[in-house]
């Protein structure tokens, strides 16, 4: 137990976390940068610090301006007004084929009539890299991409999976300052999908390149990135660690776009001290919580509460600071886990999480039955945005 | 094998024995057989009434002494010779002139592109002979194209482009034209443009992309427009004798004066049955490519 501490505190030493550091350049900054096709808005205003070595998301729905941003690091489209700068240089004059930037496309855009060897040499023979040098990189990155077997093969006589490798091996292969993954895991299945991110995390540590990935699941974003940005309208609503973004959302935009929820709408009470209420329903008492600043009386807030977070009882727990009686109106049963969901005398419906540890048939709740809800006052966030 | 899958197998194959086949073993026939001053001018003829006598008298009359003559009279072979220097330069120049083309009308916007393919087939609803002969105005010495660069003051005195190779080059390029733009935009238009985004990003300017990622990956299409021009363009007759002079040397014209200034159907059929052995070869290339192109996008 003691030497799992002295661990952890030693790990907590050397997180790696430049966006805190001060002292630490960025390696690519926006500054007020807005892109515009004709009447439309793609980015607004935005203004955002990718550092060195991180594993960056850009996370929104489709249309959020998140492929745009990423667009214009790679130089197929400029900024209609603001700055981006790569390593304090304006990077708005420099042709895609200038840049220290290599992309990975989202179709894998690999050359049909070229083997997988001369795919990933394409970038390596532009240069002025001499030919031994060139074979030398190409089985370098065979190697790290496990593709040693398929050099001689074009990409269609490969698997998705192979052709996805692929891509990523040719645009690592001019070793860049920068690489830019647009949707890369987005046409594999989910079980491949999986192993493919922890690849792509292992290759992005020991390459030590920075990663700028581009994606529309929540899942992957939180999986592989350092920091996730949320994107929403063009607009970056949140910026943050994956944990802080789940546990600590600052938007119910965020909160509701990130996981599963609980969002309760409702008028703040007086602080005293940590805590505040928040009336939410006739006849219902008032849910504590904890907000990160003070809120003024009367203001209009969204309780947000992960449903892991909410306890399911058959009797009402006691030393909870709140509890709610309802009823099971359904239950999804997940494997692993289940959501329960609680009608609340008001009609209010609740989604709480149980883990399944015992066999099914031997489950403590059933439809219909009555039971309580739980949470501390510290378990759910509150927002005002 | 059941009856639906055999009569399905069987119709093609009636097509091309009913079209080519049958047609092909008269004129192999033919050229077997020598001339004579008849209906139809030449013997043997198949005759029944002779019995089993008659057929083996009718076989041991034929014989490839027509063959034989087409090597001794070098006209023959310099006139295939010639035929095909024409036929490869005139694909060549074809695609110089069909590439960009098809290249623009692929990089035109989406809602263009079938006008501009209307525009390319367009003069297919015009006889084909109408539009030859019209060549001859603009062509010739008091031709439209002569009377402008007159007027422009470019030349002093009138081009003898008429009844020269050259006219035959641009008979062929404006005729065969459509023939190489739709295979070849066929090929540009299915183009990933991703492709040469990351051709880009890989480090090639916009002009090394092309050679190196728009040009290979479009190389079907221009194999597919090559065959159909010059496959075609081999065997010419209408444009060679309509503009060509008369030093212009094509077998399609020698075919055509065997047949019909000489009426030796026998000679003129041993023409055509070689001219067509010559073409089995880029036929056969030609599918081939066909093939590859087929198995590249499984």
């Known amino acids: ?385 | 094998m059941n009856i639906r899958r055999l009569v399905l197998i069987a119709v093609p194959y009636l097509w091309l024995v009913a079209l080519f086949l049958i047609p092909f073993v008269i004129v192999v026939k033919i050229s077997l057989s020598d001339t004579a001053l008849a209906i139809p001018p030449y013997v043997p003829t198949f005759d029944l009434s002779g019995g089993w006598d008659g057929v083996k008298s009718y076989f041991s009359q034929l014989d490839f002494d027509n063959f034989t003559f087409l090597t001794e009279d070098d006209l023959y072979w310099r006139a295939y010779l010639s035929s095909l220097k024409i036929a490869v330069i005139a694909t060549v120049a074809t695609l110089l002139a069909a590439y960009p083309i098809a290249y623009g009308m692929a990089r035109a916007a989406p809602e263009w592109r079938p006008t501009l393919m209307m525009l390319v087939i367009l003069p297919f609803w015009t006889s084909f002979l109408i539009r030859v002969y019209s060549w001859i105005g603009i062509l010739s010495q008091e031709g439209y194209l002569n009377q402008l660069l007159l007027g422009l003051g470019l030349i002093d005195q009138p081009l003898k482009i008429l009844n020269t190779n050259l006219a035959v080059y641009i008979g062929i390029v404006y005729t065969y034209l459509p023939f190489m733009i739709l295979p070849i935009y066929a090929t540009l238009e299915k183009l990933d443009q991703s492709l040469l985004e990351a051709a880009e990003d890989l480090g090639c300017s916009r002009l090394s992309a092309f050679w190196l990622v728009t040009l290979p990956l479009s190389r079907p299409g221009i194999v597919a427009g090559c065959f159909l021009v010059f496959i075609p363009a081999i065997g010419e007759f209408v444009i060679p004798s309509l503009l060509g002079g008369s030093r212009t040397l094509m077998i399609g014209k020698v075919l055509w004066e065997e047949f019909f200034s000489n009426r030796d159907w026998p000679v003129a059929s041993a023409v055509a049955v070689v001219l067509l052995l010559l073409l089995i070869v880029p036929i056969m290339l030609f599918q081939r490519n066909q093939q590859k192109q087929q198995e590249a996008e499984l």
């Open chain 1, 1 to 385: 137990m003691l030497s799992g501490v002295a661990m952890d505190t030693a790990a907590q030493g050397r997180v790696f976390a430049p966006w805190n550091d001060p002292d630490e350049e960025p390696l690519i900054q926006f500054r007020s940068v807005t892109k515009r096709f004709g009447s439309f808005t793609a980015i607004d205003n935005l203004t955002l610090d990718i550092y060195a070595r991180e594993f960056f998301a850009l996370l929104g729905p489709s249309g959020c301006g998140k492929t745009t941003l990423m667009r214009m690091l790679a130089g197929f489209e400029t900024a209609t007004e603001g700055t981006i700068l790569l390593e304090g240089e304006d990077i708005a004059g420099v042709p895609p084929n200038k840049r220290a930037v290599n992309m990975m496309f989202q179709s894998y855009a690999l050359f049909p009539h070229l083997s997988v060897y001369d795919n990933i040499a394409f970038g390596l023979k532009r240069s002025s890299m001499s030919k031994p040098d060139i074979a030398a990189r190409v089985d370098e990155m065979l190697r790290l991409t496990r593709l040693e077997r398929f050099a001689r093969r074009k990409p269609h006589q490969i698997s998705g999976g192979q052709r996805q490798r692929v891509a990523l091996a040719r645009s690592l292969a001019k070793a860049p300052k920068l690489l830019l993954l647009d949707e890369p895991l987005g046409a594999l299945d989910k079980k491949l999908r999986q192993d493919t991110q922890f690849e792509l995390m292992d290759i992005q540590e020991r390459t030590g390149t920075t990663f700028v990935i581009v994606t529309h699941d929540q899942e992957e974003a939180m999986t592989v990135a350092s920091r996730v940005a949320v994107m929403d309208d063009g607009r970056i609503v949140q910026v943050a660690t994956p944990a802080e973004i789940y546990e600590t959302p600052n938007s119910v935009y965020v909160a509701d776009f990130i996981g599963d929820v609980n969002i309760i709408e409702g008028n703040a009470s007086r602080q005293q001290g940590e805590t505040i209420r928040i009336h939410w329903a006739e006849g219902q008492e008032p849910i504590v919580g904890t907000p990160s600043a003070p809120i003024a009386e009367g203001t209009r807030v969204h309780f947000a509460i992960r449903p892991e977070k909410v306890t399911i009882t058959a009797q009402k727990p006691a030393g909870r600071a709140n509890a709610f009686a309802g009823k099971v109106h359904d239950i999804a049963y997940l494997g692993n886990i289940s959501t329960y969901h609680v009608k609340l005398a008001n009609g209010q419906i609740l989604k709480a999480q149980a883990a399944n540890n015992q066999r099914i048939d031997r489950r403590s709740f059933n439809w219909e039955d009555p039971v309580w809800l739980s949470w501390t006052d510290t378990a759910g966030v509150v927002l005002t945005g």
